[in-house]
């Protein structure tokens, strides 16, 4: 037991980049940690003190969490929003105002224009001074590309200069980071810094991508970084992936304003080990971030939420149908999507397209933008449209998807009822379906390119187009057709039996789940949005059927998809291992291979180890007590190993090549006159992973996901017979899925 | 590999009642056998069917859980109801009309007088025809006891007669199963149908107790027993959880009308087990459960929630002073009702009391009763106190909770100004003081007599109350000194500034959070209640300072408590365990113990194993190689070994005491003319869990939790040594909290 007071050597115990994490190691160092300062604590004030501040620095650290993030989210938005506009003109009353800011504080405003008045003026305003006419329309229309290519520009520049892991959503590498990998720098102050400017940009170019899923990589950056304040938490890697869980929820949170939401969030989709005490401490940095983005109030309304959504018109049970359709279409993009997408950026990786990120991301763009522009449901931003798409037309909405006949002749004060769709809609159909081929197309094109890009909005905005499309139909079906059997039950003439709102927002949620296969917290964000239990089980039928027929063209989610396309050590949770081989299938050395490299407790000299660590580049070998009686004593890090050498060549006296290197507890009976031994017995560890070479390989599988193993040792009758490593696991594990093993890149 | 096909002997791989089973096992089994169903599926049709029936009977089952809990819940609400209000008089309409029901049809109704109406007669108008006067007062007190005491007599006979497992609230009991303890009959039918009956009564008894824990046990007992309707679910252990874990969140859902607070209460406080999958399934049942209960309606009012709450004014950062006050109310009242009543229990248990069940019951109830029926506040059912108390004073509320001057005449039109209190509100701040003490007195008496007992809503009333209180007290301060510095930056005179409803609103999830620990479920639930985020913040203040106060008074919730009460084998996977021992302090045999009892693979003859049989207890036995290496092969369940070895002497040819039992997969040389031998190789668990000596007893615990064992092997350097099960590690846990490690009584 006194080896853990000995000071310890710098650098044993820390991990290479691109390595996998012992959790049991870590896990045990925190709980040694704590021990230690709950013992002291009794000794004096300032040691109970330091233990006090200790047991709450980590309610401390969400809060810090929550705060950053809460404040970051905010200023993104508000930045996001005044280039979004600044892409179509500038306000005079002061270039920092946005559209409607500029507006709002105009006295030339009238209650339908509001976002027409004078103080706003588009860039042909400017320039040529005029709106009108074609001219005008050419100049709006370059300097509208003008702009996004700029923005996009910038974006992909300063991902490549400076921090080349801001690109893309962040979620996979988190979800890798989070199982327990290392990637340094993947969460530092340059990723967040560049990636929350380039989000801004990416986001205000117009491009087909949103700012959700880049937001929980900004807060787990902000998490990270913030772990540095706190020893508990700098020092041990398992500790601060708890904290990173947290920081994922309150991403997600400020992201949607869904607090319960986020939370669930980082449980199903991103997190790893997620203990019950994560879990309280995820909803307060959740809550806090909400409430720090509400109090910023980005949106200019007091929402908490992105999308406000109120439906006064109950569900029938008859509407299901249409509900499944649309979570059958939200299966079938979901499969879609992550196919092209993961085939797109195979060949961006595996062919010349990949070494040219800046054309690249500046033709999608320009494509984008001219596509864009002449369609007005494309023009404005992703998520306003979304907006627009929820809404339920009220009595003073003047958009065009609310141009209904009659709209001002309400029979009952108040409250609308089904009626015949004008001209406006008719022409809002068109623009929308030719807005969803675009989206669809160009999104697969856009996710994965060097900007930060998110998946949220693009899907939602591909299901709330159909789920309109779909909905206005059955309005109308309804409207012209009450009389049918299906719905002179429950819609007679004039009543208001169907809001196309609700089935853009059953769509949104179809396809959000088709593509990232998220359940509980797909719905319970929906839900936070409406705030209403009622329309839960629609989108809980959507969301299922969505799940069901996209898991049924292809077992996994886009963020998995693109773990396995990087080759990232993932050992995914959800997924059964259901083969019938066993750990002796698994573990090297294999049957006509060299028998695997041990080291002997008390008879290898310096020299021996050396030679052995030069020779092989395992990153840790079994310690036996023979080379005979192959009988496991433990298990010795490389890396710990090479540390410790080297330092006791350093500092210890006569330490030489022909020294013993023992591992017992007493120093092995020595002949006179040898060189002074080295006594490694604390880097070892005494206490290794062992199953039998008959485990099945679901239990192995079982083992190493949930107590988060690096090794296990395999042994026969007693006997240390192999080891099986995390990525021969993941190795055997894409073999019985016949995908290729060595695409599992890092240790 | 072809032990396998081999056909089971009937019995092998059961468990015996108060045992706890080995989830490694379970789960292994249903991979089997779901691999043998996915095989056989591609030959013919027919098995496909099979297939895809198997892979759904998971959702129907969620499905009819989620109905029949959500039936269940209705018709305990529905007539809890009408037996409560049977206690106060009869619908001479109908005698299955409550009074609600009764004077809802009548049409000598007033708005103002809503509850008097000619056709509901106390029982002193029917027996002495007049409502007025002390001889009818008499009558009505007498008839109300008499109800009461009725009602609590038959509860209890019906419970000690036909289901002894019906009392209490369950929970307790089903966190234990849920972790691996079986306990036969605990969920079976009879439980089921005199749990449900019983419930009524000791609800309608007027007892301090509610219903909601007790629908939790129902919900589970629901799950149970349909589970024997498919074999995927009936024949594995491990399987049959899942369900169970899914039911208890049904349970919740209907006890609240709180689907997602259901689903995380099973989460974060019964579950053991809980895959994500079932998270979802979990959802969909508590969906359909609440879904059930709204359309069956019992509360009349088409409601989701038990308590429908909405609030108009928002807080003040300033209030969360008193909420943190309440919080810790609530922490205090927590540590001490569960100090006080494990006490009780503790007597309960170890003296005379515990014989007489009966008369226990009786006497609670009756003092109960006679205390309650003078004071308006304790006669009224606990939900209908709690529904006041966390109700918002509008304009036209009668109830002397808002009998405050100058009601009527509202400044502003509808809004209600903070005023001064009347008559009425002194009065009822009186009443609602006894209530509280006598609430809090007799609960600590009520939970844990055999009778079904559910502590919710007892728990919240006491929150409820001190939190009004609280409430209108600050109110009258701030009408009275709303000059005071803390007040007038926010608080003018005239202005609606403080809302009581949310004090005991906030009270109530305080003292919830003291008995239970739960946390995030508990925020969930109350925020489901409101369905505005706005009210979390105070709510996660109170719920947070709640759990501090009452962890740092004692460990452990209310239901932890109990478990160890009743000794039940219970591995808390919420707490560290913090002890620097090592698995050789723990294992079996001692240090100066005799030896382990070993089996040898290929030596042993029948009568040797039958004698060890006979000479020990031990639930298994390891098999190594010789004695004399003890280089260890597998581990045999002595319940297997005993029903091979009768069945091999019944059956097989030959099989006599003589005859060597061997574990290798080939028979050992045997010289000629000798008994034929016995193979036990296909009972043989060839992958047993081993650590080494020297493994921190964390990372036993860890490893026990988290893969569910029921034993592990010890080793030194290959050699076996000695064995730890799932008792050793909690006598262990027990012994290092201070505790009597012989207080865990079951294997």
């Keep these: ?227 540095h304040c706190f020893n508990k938490y700098r020092k041990n890697e398992a500790k601060r992936r708890e904290v990173l869980s947290a920081a994922a929820a309150a991403g997600v949170s400020v992201a949607f304003g869904a607090p319960i939401g986020g939370v669930l969030f980082s449980l199903e989709e991103v997190s790893y080990y997620f203990p019950l005490k994560t879990l309280w401490r995820s909803f307060f940095a959740a809550l806090v971030a909400a409430f720090t983005l509400r109090s910023i109030n980005p949106f200019g309304n007091s929402r908490l939420v992105l999308f406000y959504v109120e439906f006064h018109t109950p569900w029938h049970l008859f509407e299901l149908v249409p509900f499944i359709v649309l979570g059958i279409f939200g299966g079938l993009w979901g499969a879609l999507f992550i196919r092209t997408n993961i085939a797109w950026c195979r060949k961006r990786k595996t062919t010349q397209l990949g070494r040219y990120p800046v054309v690249e991301v500046l033709v999608v763009t320009a494509i984008t933008a001219i596509l864009a522009f002449p369609n007005e449901y494309t023009r404005m931003s992703t998520s306003e449209l979304i907006s627009e798409l929820f809404n339920d037309c009220g009595l003073l909405d003047s958009s065009k998807l609310c141009d209904y006949e009659n709209r001002f002749n309400t029979s009952k004060g108040g409250e609308l009822p089904d009626r015949p769709a004008g001209v406006g809609v008719y022409s809002a159909m068109w623009q929308l379906a030719l807005t969803l081929i675009l989206k669809i197309v160009i999104t697969i094109f856009t ?94 039928a959507a969301a299922m059927t969505s799940k069901w027929v996209a898991d049924a063209l292809g077992r996994e989610g886009i963020y998995d998809a693109h773990i396995r396309l990087n080759g990232y050590p993932f050992l995914e949770a959800k997924e059964e291992f259901a083969h019938k081989t066993l750990a002796m299938d698994v573990m090297k050395p294999r049957r006509n291979d060299p028998l695997l490299t041990v080291l002997t407790q008390d008879s290898m000299t310096v020299e021996d180890v050396e030679t052995v660590i030069s020779e092989t580049t395992y990153s840790g070998f079994p310690v036996v007590v023979s080379r005979e009686s192959q009988r496991l004593v433990g ?101 019985m899925a016949n995908q290729d093993p060595d695409s599992i890149l890092f240790n």
């Design 1 to 227: 037991m006194m080896d853990f007071l000995e000071e310890p050597i710098p650098g044993v115990g820390t991990y290479d980049d691109f390595n996998t994490i012992d959790w049991v190691r870590e896990k045990s160092r925190d709980r040694d940690r704590h021990r230690e300062i709950t013992n002291k604590s009794k000794e004096s004030t300032w040691a109970l003190i330091h233990s006090v501040s200790d047991a709450f620095s980590g309610w401390l650290l969400m809060l810090l969490i929550g705060l950053l993030s809460g404040s970051l989210a905010g200023l993104i938005d508000i930045s996001a929003h005044w280039m979004t506009d600044l892409k179509e003109g500038i306000c005079t009353e002061g270039f920092w105002f946005n559209h409607e800011h500029c507006c709002w504080n105009s006295d030339h405003v009238t209650f339908e224009d509001r976002d027409k008045c004078p103080e706003w003026n588009s860039w042909s305003q400017l320039i040529i001074s005029t709106d009108e006419g074609a001219f005008a329309y050419i100049v709006n229309y370059f300097m509208y590309v003008l702009w996004a290519l700029l923005f996009a520009f910038l974006a992909v520049s300063l991902v490549k200069v400076f921090a080349p892991y801001a690109c893309g959503s962040g979620i996979p590498e988190i979800k890798t980071i989070l199982s327990g990998f290392i990637i340094r720098g993947y969460l530092g102050k340059w990723t967040l810094i560049i990636k929350t400017i380039t989000l801004v940009l990416a986001v205000s170019s117009g491009l087909s991508l949103g700012k959700e899923g880049p937001l929980v990589h900004v807060a787990c950056c902000c998490g990270n970084i913030l772990c």
């Design 447 to 540: 996710f994965g390119m060097k900007i930060p890009s998110g998946l949220f909005i693009p899907s939602m905005a591909v299901g709330a187009i159909a789920g309109r499309l779909l909905g206005v139909g059955m309005e109308q079906l309804a409207y012209y057709h009450h009389d049918w059997a299906i719905f002179n039950s429950w819609c007679s003439q004039g009543a208001d039996c169907i809001t196309p709102g609700l089935y853009a927002m059953v769509g949104a949620a179809a396809c959000l789940g088709g593509v990232t296969r998220m359940t509980v917290s797909l719905v319970v964000i929906m839900f936070e949005l409406t705030g209403g239990l009622e329309y839960i089980v629609p989108l809980m």
């Design 635 to 735: 298990f010795v890090l490389r890396r710990d190993l090479i540390i410790s050498i080297e330092n006791a060549r350093k500092k210890q006296d006569g330490v030489v090549s022909t020294s013993i290197i023992y591992f017992t507890e007493h120093s092995p009976p020595m002949p006179p006159y040898t060189p002074p031994t080295l006594k490694l017995r604390n880097i070892l560890d005494l206490s290794p992973f062992t199953v039998t070479d008959l485990t099945p390989m679901e239990i192995v599988v079982d083992i190493f996901r949930k107590l988060g193993l690096r090794q296990c040792l395999v042994t026969h009758n007693g006997r240390l017979l192999g080891i099986i490593t995390k990525k021969d696991v993941l190795k055997h594990i894409a073999q």
